[in-house]
């Protein structure tokens, strides 16, 4: 049972990676190509260090760190969005470290990091894949180094991928919450932007 239950997860994995990549074909309703005023605070009150970008898509965040001095990486898992970011950083002119890799297992991340930016992508992950990111998230987080996430919440009724109240609870073990501003999303969802700071007394 086990086996079967890996292999249909293993199987819903692969479909959602090619819907992703065909969405990429065109522009997701995410894809602003603008980076959102929380993080450009951030940037206007910390100074240069070095940044990863958990679900970069096509890299708008990751040049808008290199272009104020950041030692900027990302990562996604759509292959087709790592392409057009690179394109994207080759005409601003800007150097850049991009992959595509597994946010919650990546094989091309080494070292520690001063920020990691997450827009959207831990609310999306499974329970599994939750408790592998948040364990990876304290292994390459600077000490004092700060988490700044975006996600929404999941549906009420449970339906759909999304955030819960538990979810937010794995971070507490390691990172200590600096700010939070709940809103919601595109109008409709509960969603929040969440900053924590990896405590120097919890650094694993």
Same mark, same amino acid.
């Given at each position: 049972?086990? /086996?079967?239950?890996? =292999?249909?997860?293993?199987?819903?994995?692969?479909?959602?990676?090619?819907?992703?990549?065909?969405? %990429?074909?065109?522009?997701?309703?995410?894809? *602003?190509?603008?980076?959102?005023?929380?993080?450009? /605070?951030?940037?206007?009150?910390?100074?240069?260090? =070095?940044?990863?970008?958990?679900?970069?898509? *096509?890299?708008?965040?990751?040049?808008?760190? @290199?272009?104020?001095?950041?030692? @900027? *990486?990302?990562?996604? %898992?759509?292959?087709?969005?790592?392409?057009?970011?690179?394109?994207?950083?080759?005409? @601003? +002119?800007?150097?850049?470290?991009?992959?595509?890799?597994?946010?919650?297992?990546?094989?091309?991340?080494? #070292?520690?990091?001063?920020?990691?930016?997450?827009? #959207?992508?831990?609310?999306?992950?499974?329970?599994?894949?939750?408790?592998?990111?948040?364990?990876?998230?304290? =292994?390459?987080?600077?000490? +004092?180094?700060?988490?700044?996430?975006?996600?929404?919440?999941? @549906?009420?009724? #449970?339906?759909?991928?999304?955030?819960?109240?538990?979810?937010?609870?794995?971070?507490?073990?390691?990172?200590?919450?600096?700010?939070?501003?709940?809103?919601?999303?595109?109008?409709?969802?509960?969603?929040?932007?969440?900053?924590?700071?990896?405590?120097?007394?919890?650094? +694993?």
């Amino acid at each position: 049972m086990r /086996e079967l239950s890996c =292999r249909i997860s293993w199987i819903m994995s692969w479909l959602r990676q090619i819907y992703f990549n065909l969405l %990429y074909f065109r522009k997701p309703p995410w894809d *602003t190509q603008l980076s959102p005023p929380e993080l450009i /605070e951030f940037i206007g009150n910390h100074p240069p260090g =070095r940044a990863l970008d958990l679900g970069c898509g *096509t890299g708008t965040n990751v040049i808008t760190l @290199a272009q104020h001095g950041w030692e @900027a *990486t990302g990562i996604d %898992y759509v292959g087709h969005a790592i392409r057009i970011a690179r394109r994207k950083a080759q005409q @601003a +002119g800007v150097s850049v470290e991009l992959h595509v890799d597994d946010v919650s297992k990546p094989k091309h991340i080494t #070292g520690r990091f001063d920020l990691i930016l997450d827009i #959207g992508c831990y609310h999306s992950l499974d329970s599994d894949h939750k408790d592998a990111y948040v364990l990876n998230l304290e =292994r390459i987080t600077a000490k +004092g180094g700060t988490y700044l996430m975006y996600g929404f919440f999941q @549906a009420p009724d #449970g339906s759909g991928r999304g955030m819960r109240k538990f979810d937010l609870d794995r971070f507490g073990t390691s990172f200590n919450l600096i700010k939070r501003e709940d809103g919601t999303d595109r109008g409709e969802r509960p969603s929040v932007w969440l900053t924590y700071n990896r405590s120097p007394d919890k650094q +694993g």
